[in-house]
């Protein structure tokens, strides 16, 4: 799996130098959300010329990994009609690694759904709740085993399976926007902000601290933040039913889909966030436990030492104990409750 772990003295001795850095900030559209990147460095060309290549990186990304782009190489491999086609190393590894997340939370998270996404269209012009006989026929071809890794970067879909990277593809993109800060140098710090993935790189330097505060969105007013994580080089993912919808009856449909059942996800939660160095690992695994629901998500937290926060439907938070270091609850006008 892909591992970009965090430097720990990235950033100390911008901050301990008393010079105010300068900062380079792009907004651009890629990966299917609205996305922004700011960068800092004592060196303004070293913040900009940074902020650029990540930015370029993320859209190289966009044109491997989108189903969306038909001239997108993973495009190509779901058109391919179960043949066995070969991919470039970077599309080979996210699709490993996506396999390998699935295997690890026993399918809760599977980058096959894409069929389900197309079937009840959310977010579309034509998002509609299917028949049950849509659904079984569509359930066919879902199902992450249906992907075969042959070795040299080989990958073969079965029984009509489509591949969607768009449950670690932002979180892929901010390990390597870390990556490229990184080598940058040591007084390189960025916030990248991803969609619902957000990566602070090194550390702050607009908080005395160094912590970069990121807030959770209360689901029934995402304006508004019921906790606050504080982090440094470390992501916060967060998934929730609030983010891509339709109401039909008085009845909310939202694009994260229990695999096993072909509906979107019922089970009392709103919104799952997952802290982790590993952005990959979180974006996939809020995923997962969304799915996998409170009870089950929090016994996988403890058993693999997952730092996550839960928001359920009657208004508890729930964070995980590894996480309340980081963690400040700020949602008792809402009333939300801290039920730790």
Not at 157 to 164: E, T
Not at 270 to 281: C, I, L, Q
Not at 298 to 311: R, Y
């Amino acid at each position: 799996m892909k591992k970009l772990l965090a430097a720990g003295m990235l950033g100390a001795l911008l901050l301990v130098s008393g010079c105010e850095p300068a900062s380079s900030q792009s907004d651009f559209y890629a990966m299917d959300t609205f996305m922004t990147v700011t960068t800092y460095d004592k060196n303004e060309k070293t913040a900009e010329d940074t902020r650029v290549e990540i930015e370029q990186h993320i859209n190289g990304l966009d044109q491997l990994m989108s189903r969306q782009r038909e001239e997108s190489e993973l495009s190509a491999l779901n058109a391919a009609n179960g043949q066995p086609v070969t991919v470039s190393d970077e599309l080979y590894e996210a699709i490993e690694t996506a396999v390998q997340y699935a295997e690890l939370t026993d399918g809760a998270y599977d980058p096959t759904t894409a069929p389900l996404s197309d079937l009840w269209g959310i977010g579309t012009d034509h998002e509609h709740v299917p028949t049950q006989a849509e659904i079984d026929e569509t359930l066919k071809k879902v199902g992450w085993r249906n992907i075969q890794l042959l070795g040299n970067n080989t990958v073969q879909l079965l029984n009509g399976a489509q591949i969607d990277l768009g449950g670690i593809g932002k979180g892929w993109a901010a390990n390597d926007a870390a990556a490229i800060c990184r080598t940058a140098g040591d007084t390189m710090q960025a916030l990248a902000q991803l969609g619902g993935n957000i990566y602070g790189i090194g550390k702050n330097p607009n908080s005395e601290d160094g912590t970069w505060r990121i807030g959770i969105a209360d689901p029934d007013n995402s304006a508004s933040s019921v906790a606050v994580i504080s982090m440094t080089d470390e992501s916060v993912v967060t998934s929730g039913d609030y983010e891509r919808y339709f109401m039909q009856d008085g009845k909310r449909y939202h694009h994260i889909f229990d695999p096993s059942t072909g509906y979107p996800t019922d089970n009392g939660l709103r919104s799952v966030t997952v802290v982790d160095a590993d952005s990959a690992e979180a974006d996939a695994l809020t995923t997962g436990l969304f799915v996998k629901g409170l009870d089950k998500g929090l016994e996988f937290c403890a058993e693999h030492d997952i730092k996550a926060v839960f928001i359920t439907s009657d208004k508890r938070i729930i964070p995980t104990e590894n996480v309340l270091p980081q963690y400040t609850f700020m949602g008792e006008e809402a009333g939300y409750i801290d039920a730790r």
